[in-house]
């Protein structure tokens, strides 16, 4: 009897452990997870900024261009 009481504390002992180990897992998956859709998240963003800043970049030389051309039109005028 004090055998099978033994066991019956040894197995719930393990469950525990294993249950305890299977939280741990879990919640570091969950940080990993986290943290590549954070990491993902952000990659994007900064493409989409790159690309804001692009067109701006080129609108602005564009801008500039026109301006340019304009002085030198009054200039040769």
Known sequence: MVMVMM???MT????VIVMD????VVKVMAVVIVMVV?????GIMGKV???VVMMMVLVMV????EIVVVIMMLIWW
Not at 38 to 42: K, L
Not at 62 to 65: I, L
């Open 62 to 65: 564009e801008m500039v261009k």
């Open 7 to 9: 066991v019956f504390v």
């Open 21 to 24: 180990v299977a939280l741990l």
């Open 38 to 42: 954070v990491v993902v998240m952000v």
């Open 12 to 15: 719930m002992m393990l469950v």
């Open 49 to 51: 900024v790159m690309v």
